[in-house]
Protein backbone atom coordinates (compact mmCIF):
# COMPACT_ATOMS: atom_id res chain seq x y z
CA UNK A 1 0.00 0.00 0.00
CA UNK A 2 3.09 2.19 1.03
CA UNK A 3 4.41 1.50 -2.83
CA UNK A 4 1.09 2.37 -4.36
CA UNK A 5 0.66 5.19 -2.63
CA UNK A 6 4.24 6.33 -3.53
CA UNK A 7 3.74 5.31 -6.74
CA UNK A 8 0.44 7.47 -6.45
CA UNK A 9 1.95 10.57 -5.31
CA UNK A 10 4.87 10.03 -8.14
CA UNK A 11 2.47 9.85 -10.69
CA UNK A 12 0.47 12.51 -9.71
CA UNK A 13 3.36 14.90 -9.62
CA UNK A 14 4.65 13.52 -13.09
CA UNK A 15 1.04 14.47 -13.95
CA UNK A 16 1.51 18.23 -12.71
CA UNK A 17 4.78 18.41 -14.11
CA UNK A 18 4.67 17.64 -18.04
CA UNK A 19 1.92 20.00 -18.28
CA UNK A 20 4.45 22.61 -17.75
CA UNK A 21 7.55 20.95 -19.52
CA UNK A 22 4.95 20.22 -22.00
CA UNK A 23 4.56 24.23 -22.75
CA UNK A 24 7.58 25.21 -22.13
CA UNK A 25 8.82 22.89 -25.20
CA UNK A 26 5.54 23.61 -27.59
CA UNK A 27 7.14 27.47 -27.09
CA UNK A 28 10.92 26.57 -27.17
CA UNK A 29 9.72 24.59 -30.71
CA UNK A 30 7.19 27.24 -32.07
CA UNK A 31 10.29 29.96 -31.47
CA UNK A 32 12.89 27.70 -32.73
CA UNK A 33 12.59 29.12 -36.10
CA UNK A 34 12.81 32.41 -34.67
CA UNK A 35 16.05 32.32 -32.56
CA UNK A 36 18.47 32.97 -35.53
CA UNK A 37 20.46 35.89 -36.09
CA UNK A 38 18.32 39.61 -37.15
CA UNK A 39 20.86 40.09 -40.16
CA UNK A 40 19.90 41.05 -43.31
CA UNK A 41 22.08 37.63 -45.09
CA UNK A 42 19.40 35.54 -42.68
CA UNK A 43 16.23 37.43 -44.12
CA UNK A 44 17.46 36.96 -47.85
CA UNK A 45 18.35 33.14 -46.70
CA UNK A 46 14.69 32.65 -45.50
CA UNK A 47 13.31 34.74 -48.59
CA UNK A 48 14.20 32.13 -50.56
CA UNK A 49 13.05 29.54 -48.51
CA UNK A 50 9.59 30.80 -48.11
CA UNK A 51 9.77 31.10 -52.08
CA UNK A 52 11.03 27.45 -52.50
CA UNK A 53 8.39 26.37 -50.44
CA UNK A 54 5.53 28.09 -52.32
CA UNK A 55 6.56 27.07 -55.52
CA UNK A 56 6.99 23.13 -54.06
CA UNK A 57 3.29 23.64 -52.62
CA UNK A 58 2.00 24.80 -55.54
CA UNK A 59 3.49 21.71 -57.73
CA UNK A 60 2.42 19.68 -55.00
CA UNK A 61 -1.28 20.83 -55.11
CA UNK A 62 -1.64 20.43 -58.91
CA UNK A 63 -0.05 16.85 -58.69
CA UNK A 64 -2.63 15.85 -55.71
CA UNK A 65 -5.41 17.22 -58.28
CA UNK A 66 -4.29 15.50 -60.90
CA UNK A 67 -4.04 11.93 -58.55
CA UNK A 68 -7.48 13.24 -57.08
CA UNK A 69 -9.20 12.89 -60.84
CA UNK A 70 -7.43 10.02 -61.68
CA UNK A 71 -8.12 8.54 -58.03
CA UNK A 72 -12.03 9.32 -58.54
CA UNK A 73 -12.22 7.54 -62.53
CA UNK A 74 -10.17 4.80 -61.31
CA UNK A 75 -13.21 4.17 -58.14
CA UNK A 76 -16.14 4.44 -61.04
CA UNK A 77 -14.23 2.26 -63.30
CA UNK A 78 -13.59 -0.47 -60.49
CA UNK A 79 -17.17 -0.06 -59.10
CA UNK A 80 -18.46 -0.75 -62.30
CA UNK A 81 -16.37 -4.02 -62.89
CA UNK A 82 -17.83 -5.30 -59.67
CA UNK A 83 -21.21 -4.87 -60.33
CA UNK A 84 -20.91 -6.64 -63.58
CA UNK A 85 -18.76 -9.36 -61.85
CA UNK A 86 -21.12 -11.46 -59.77
CA UNK A 87 -23.03 -11.50 -63.54
CA UNK A 88 -20.05 -12.45 -65.42
CA UNK A 89 -18.89 -15.13 -63.11
CA UNK A 90 -22.45 -16.59 -62.93
CA UNK A 91 -23.20 -16.84 -66.79
CA UNK A 92 -18.91 -18.33 -66.71
CA UNK A 93 -20.09 -21.15 -64.33
CA UNK A 94 -23.48 -21.93 -65.88
CA UNK A 95 -22.16 -22.75 -69.19
CA UNK A 96 -19.80 -24.90 -67.43
CA UNK A 97 -22.71 -26.66 -65.89
CA UNK A 98 -23.89 -26.81 -69.17
CA UNK A 99 -21.02 -28.30 -70.83
CA UNK A 100 -20.66 -30.83 -68.54
CA UNK A 101 -23.97 -32.30 -68.68
CA UNK A 102 -23.76 -31.94 -72.29
CA UNK A 103 -20.08 -33.44 -72.70
CA UNK A 104 -20.05 -35.28 -69.57
CA UNK A 105 -17.42 -35.42 -66.63
CA UNK A 106 -14.30 -33.90 -68.47
CA UNK A 107 -12.57 -33.05 -65.70
CA UNK A 108 -10.66 -35.83 -64.81
CA UNK A 109 -9.65 -35.44 -68.83
CA UNK A 110 -8.45 -31.56 -68.51
CA UNK A 111 -6.08 -33.23 -65.44
CA UNK A 112 -4.87 -36.02 -67.12
CA UNK A 113 -3.74 -33.64 -70.41
CA UNK A 114 -0.72 -31.49 -70.35
CA UNK A 115 -1.83 -28.50 -69.12
CA UNK A 116 0.11 -25.74 -70.88
CA UNK A 117 -1.37 -22.23 -69.57
CA UNK A 118 -3.76 -20.51 -72.03
CA UNK A 119 -3.50 -17.33 -70.75
CA UNK A 120 -0.42 -15.18 -70.54
CA UNK A 121 0.01 -11.98 -68.56
CA UNK A 122 2.15 -9.14 -68.58
CA UNK A 123 3.05 -6.29 -66.63
CA UNK A 124 3.99 -2.46 -67.20
CA UNK A 125 4.02 1.20 -65.50
CA UNK A 126 1.94 4.18 -66.20
CA UNK A 127 3.11 7.34 -64.78
CA UNK A 128 0.90 9.35 -63.63
CA UNK A 129 1.73 12.66 -62.18
CA UNK A 130 5.45 11.06 -61.44
CA UNK A 131 3.82 7.76 -59.43
CA UNK A 132 4.04 4.35 -61.32
CA UNK A 133 1.22 2.43 -61.39
CA UNK A 134 1.42 -0.90 -62.10
CA UNK A 135 -1.25 -2.33 -65.07
CA UNK A 136 -1.60 -5.82 -66.21
CA UNK A 137 -2.76 -6.80 -69.79
CA UNK A 138 -2.99 -10.39 -71.00
CA UNK A 139 -0.72 -10.94 -74.31
CA UNK A 140 -1.45 -14.42 -74.94
CA UNK A 141 -4.57 -16.04 -74.70
CA UNK A 142 -3.78 -19.79 -76.90
CA UNK A 143 -5.99 -22.20 -77.05
CA UNK A 144 -5.42 -25.07 -74.52
CA UNK A 145 -3.20 -28.41 -76.17
CA UNK A 146 -2.40 -31.77 -74.69
CA UNK A 147 -5.87 -33.08 -76.78
CA UNK A 148 -8.19 -30.70 -75.19
CA UNK A 149 -8.93 -29.94 -78.10
CA UNK A 150 -11.02 -33.13 -78.61
CA UNK A 151 -13.48 -32.68 -75.34
CA UNK A 152 -16.74 -32.39 -76.77
CA UNK A 153 -16.15 -34.51 -80.32
CA UNK A 154 -18.80 -36.88 -78.90
CA UNK A 155 -20.93 -34.92 -77.95
CA UNK A 156 -21.54 -31.29 -76.49
CA UNK A 157 -18.41 -29.86 -78.45
CA UNK A 158 -20.73 -26.44 -78.60
CA UNK A 159 -21.35 -25.83 -75.06
CA UNK A 160 -17.84 -26.27 -74.00
CA UNK A 161 -16.70 -23.96 -76.38
CA UNK A 162 -18.99 -21.59 -75.70
CA UNK A 163 -17.94 -22.48 -71.88
CA UNK A 164 -14.61 -21.39 -73.11
CA UNK A 165 -15.25 -18.40 -74.74
CA UNK A 166 -16.91 -17.42 -71.37
CA UNK A 167 -14.10 -18.02 -68.92
CA UNK A 168 -12.15 -16.21 -71.16
CA UNK A 169 -13.91 -13.30 -70.86
CA UNK A 170 -14.21 -13.50 -67.41
CA UNK A 171 -10.40 -14.23 -66.61
CA UNK A 172 -9.94 -10.39 -69.17
CA UNK A 173 -12.16 -8.96 -66.52
CA UNK A 174 -10.32 -10.69 -63.55
CA UNK A 175 -6.86 -9.47 -64.69
CA UNK A 176 -8.45 -6.05 -65.61
CA UNK A 177 -10.42 -5.64 -62.01
CA UNK A 178 -6.54 -6.71 -60.80
CA UNK A 179 -5.14 -4.37 -62.46
CA UNK A 180 -7.12 -1.78 -61.44
CA UNK A 181 -7.14 -2.30 -57.88
CA UNK A 182 -3.91 -3.09 -57.69
CA UNK A 183 -3.38 0.62 -59.09
CA UNK A 184 -6.07 2.28 -57.06
CA UNK A 185 -3.92 1.07 -53.59
CA UNK A 186 -1.43 2.65 -55.14
CA UNK A 187 -2.63 5.65 -56.01
CA UNK A 188 -4.41 5.84 -52.45
CA UNK A 189 -0.97 5.39 -50.94
CA UNK A 190 0.69 8.29 -53.19
CA UNK A 191 -1.94 10.80 -52.17
CA UNK A 192 -1.68 10.08 -48.88
CA UNK A 193 1.50 11.05 -49.12
CA UNK A 194 0.88 13.87 -51.40
CA UNK A 195 -1.87 15.17 -49.09
CA UNK A 196 0.33 15.04 -45.66
CA UNK A 197 3.26 17.02 -47.62
CA UNK A 198 0.75 19.73 -48.78
CA UNK A 199 -0.85 20.04 -45.57
CA UNK A 200 2.94 20.38 -43.71
CA UNK A 201 3.90 23.07 -46.61
CA UNK A 202 0.59 25.09 -46.01
CA UNK A 203 -0.09 24.58 -42.49
CA UNK A 204 3.32 24.40 -40.95
CA UNK A 205 6.60 25.29 -42.84
CA UNK A 206 5.39 28.07 -44.52
CA UNK A 207 3.88 29.69 -41.82
CA UNK A 208 7.21 28.89 -39.57
CA UNK A 209 8.98 30.58 -42.26
CA UNK A 210 6.85 33.63 -42.65
CA UNK A 211 6.96 34.21 -38.42
CA UNK A 212 10.59 33.73 -38.74
CA UNK A 213 10.30 36.56 -41.18
CA UNK A 214 8.92 38.91 -39.10
CA UNK A 215 10.59 38.72 -36.08
CA UNK A 216 13.95 39.09 -38.18
CA UNK A 217 12.08 42.33 -39.75
CA UNK A 218 11.18 43.56 -35.96
CA UNK A 219 14.40 42.78 -35.07
CA UNK A 220 16.03 44.76 -38.27
CA UNK A 221 13.56 47.67 -37.29
CA UNK A 222 14.20 47.84 -33.82
CA UNK A 223 17.90 47.98 -34.49
CA UNK A 224 17.53 50.50 -36.96
CA UNK A 225 15.39 52.83 -34.64
CA UNK A 226 17.80 52.30 -32.00
CA UNK A 227 21.02 53.28 -34.13
CA UNK A 228 18.39 56.48 -35.09
CA UNK A 229 17.99 57.38 -31.42
CA UNK A 230 21.76 56.75 -30.41
CA UNK A 231 22.91 59.09 -33.54
CA UNK A 232 20.44 61.44 -32.90
CA UNK A 233 21.70 61.73 -29.12
CA UNK A 234 24.98 61.87 -30.12
CA UNK A 235 24.51 64.77 -32.29
CA UNK A 236 22.23 66.34 -29.77
CA UNK A 237 25.27 66.30 -27.17
CA UNK A 238 27.87 67.69 -29.83
CA UNK A 239 25.24 70.42 -30.07
CA UNK A 240 24.81 70.88 -26.99
CA UNK A 241 29.20 70.88 -26.45
CA UNK A 242 29.09 72.89 -29.36
CA UNK A 243 26.70 75.65 -28.00
CA UNK A 244 28.42 75.61 -24.16
CA UNK A 245 31.67 76.34 -25.65
CA UNK A 246 30.42 79.44 -27.24
CA UNK A 247 29.02 80.64 -24.96
CA UNK A 248 31.89 80.15 -22.91
CA UNK A 249 33.71 81.74 -25.30
CA UNK A 250 31.34 85.02 -25.20
CA UNK A 251 31.72 85.19 -21.90
CA UNK A 252 35.34 85.66 -22.17
CA UNK A 253 35.16 87.95 -24.94
CA UNK A 254 32.77 90.54 -22.91
CA UNK A 255 34.43 90.41 -19.53
CA UNK A 256 36.32 93.46 -18.33
CA UNK A 257 40.26 92.80 -17.66
CA UNK A 258 40.96 92.32 -13.89
CA UNK A 259 43.91 94.77 -12.28
CA UNK A 260 46.92 92.63 -10.78
CA UNK A 261 47.15 95.32 -7.92
CA UNK A 262 43.97 93.92 -7.12
CA UNK A 263 44.02 91.10 -7.53
CA UNK A 264 47.42 90.68 -5.29
CA UNK A 265 46.62 90.97 -1.71
CA UNK A 266 42.62 91.34 -0.46
CA UNK A 267 44.36 91.53 3.34
CA UNK A 268 46.57 94.75 2.65
CA UNK A 269 44.35 97.66 4.31
CA UNK A 270 43.43 95.60 6.68
CA UNK A 271 46.77 94.67 8.46
CA UNK A 272 47.32 98.49 8.94
CA UNK A 273 44.55 98.99 11.83
CA UNK A 274 45.62 99.12 15.40
CA UNK A 275 44.92 96.72 17.60
CA UNK A 276 41.97 96.76 19.80
CA UNK A 277 42.25 95.93 23.11
CA UNK A 278 38.88 94.68 25.69
Do not use: W
Not at 66 to 80: G, Q
Amino acid sequence: RARNADAGVGGSSASRKPSLVGLRRRARRDMGDQQVAPTRMAMQTYKSKKTAANKGFKLLKKKSDALKVRFRDMAKRIAELKANMAEESSEAFFSLTQAQYAAGNFKTAVLEGNCVASVRINTREDNVAGVRLPVFNIYNATEGGGGLENIGLGGGGRQVQQSREKFKEFMQKMVNLASMQTSFATLDEALKITNRRVNALENVTIPRIEDTLSYITRELDELEREEFTRLKKLQSKKEEAAKAEEEKEKAEAHAPPQNDQEQGNMLGEYEQDDDVVF
